[in-house]
Every structure is written in C-alpha cells, then in structure tokens.
C-alpha cells in the first residue's frame, strides 16, 4: 500500500506521472532499446528527483542516466551538484545546478549530429557537435544516484530543438517514434532489468 504523496519539495517541475522509481545508491537499472539510435537523431527525457546525499563529489558519482558501450561514453549525469553530458570525444559539458529533492525536467537531443541539452524547459548551453554512435544500451540510477526517476522516454526523433521547449504536461504515450516507455505505472516495468538493491516505486507528485 502506498502512502499519500505529500507536495512539501515539489515547488519546481512535477511527475507527469502517478507512479515514480526511488533508487538506491546500489540500484542500477539496465535497458535495452527497442532499435538502435545508432548516430542518427535521438531524444532521451525523464523526470527526475536527485537527493541532496547524491549532489556532491566528483564525476562519475551520480548518474541519471546514460548509454554506450564504453563507460562514460554518452552521459546524462550530476558532478559536483551540476548537470553534465560526456561526448565521448572532447570530454565533458557542464551545466546549470542540479537542484535537490525537487522534481526536474531533464532533457537531450541530437539533431543533424548536434547536442541540445534541457533543464526545466529552457537549453542551457548552445548546441555542440556529436556524433558517437550509441548502443542499445540503456542505464537508469547509475553510480551512486539515490532519489527518483519519473516518466522516461528515448525516442529515435529529436522531439526538441532551439532555445527552449514547453514542458510535457501530459503522461507520454508510445508512437512509432519512441524506443522506449519506462516508469509511469505502480509496478517496476519488465523492460529494465535491475542490478543490485532493487528498485521500490511510490506514488510521484502531480
């Protein structure tokens, strides 16, 4: 039975969702994409709800998400309490603050082999060039990420580009563009396949 979702926190971006993943710094969920993105156009989103004990210390401590075969090849992640992406090529792009225990829109695309980041609606840098090839590979609460994870979509489209976006206000539905569709429902979907402490899914904030 789960208990009432208080909005105590929850002053920022919310769960499109009734239904959200709280990892533990030992949980890591694996994916496989239902096609390959290969180096083509993507889009991978979530929601996400990082505690405070996950914002500190170096890179590689708490990851959201990432892909690839290589580690660090392809990352979505938090260093030092900044949102930051690893191209696999030139190193790391760091952005805006990462805030805790708040529900945050986080969101990447590539279009025509160039990167846009998301936080909230709004780039937070200027595109930059990219072109690595991802796998199918997919990985949730990676290192030591503790918190929750909401509404995560990958898509083989960029379903964002320019300054900023608004926002999903409505649970994502599968089209013929969405490679994967994880973390809306009260149970853990049988799509990821989860390494360590398992995951526990509560009701998200609305």
């Known amino acids: 039975m789960f208990g009432v979702a208080k909005n105590l926190g929850f002053q920022s971006q919310k769960s499109l969702s009734s239904y959200a993943a709280t990892f ?16 083509g ?26 892909w690839g075969t290589v580690d660090n090849d392809g990352v979505h992640s938090i260093q030092n309490g900044n949102h930051l992406y690893y191209d696999g090529t030139t190193g790391d792009h760091t952005y805006s603050s990462v805030t805790a225990n708040v529900w945050q829109h986080f969101a990447v695309c590539r279009t025509s082999g160039n990167i846009e980041i998301y936080r909230n609606g709004s780039r937070v840098a200027a595109a930059f060039a990219d072109a690595q090839s991802f796998g199918t590979t997919f990985h949730l609460g990676v ?28 649970k994502f539905t599968s089209d013929g563009n969405t490679v994967h569709l994880s973390l809306q429902t009260a149970s853990v979907d049988g799509s990821l396949s989860v390494a360590g402490t398992a995951l526990t899914m509560g009701l998200g904030p609305f």
Do not use: K
């Open 143 to 170: 290192g030591t990420f503790i918190g929750q994870i909401a509404s995560v979509r990958v898509s083989d489209i960029a379903r964002y580009t320019g300054a900023s976006l608004t926002v999903p206000t409505a």
């Open 41 to 66: 156009d993507f889009c991978a989103e979530l929601f996400a709800r990082p505690q405070a004990g996950c914002l500190g210390g170096g890179y590689g401590n708490a990851f959201m998400y990432r």
């Open 24 to 39: 533990a710094s030992t949980s890591d969920a694996t994916i496989t994409l239902g096609s390959t993105i290969g180096t």
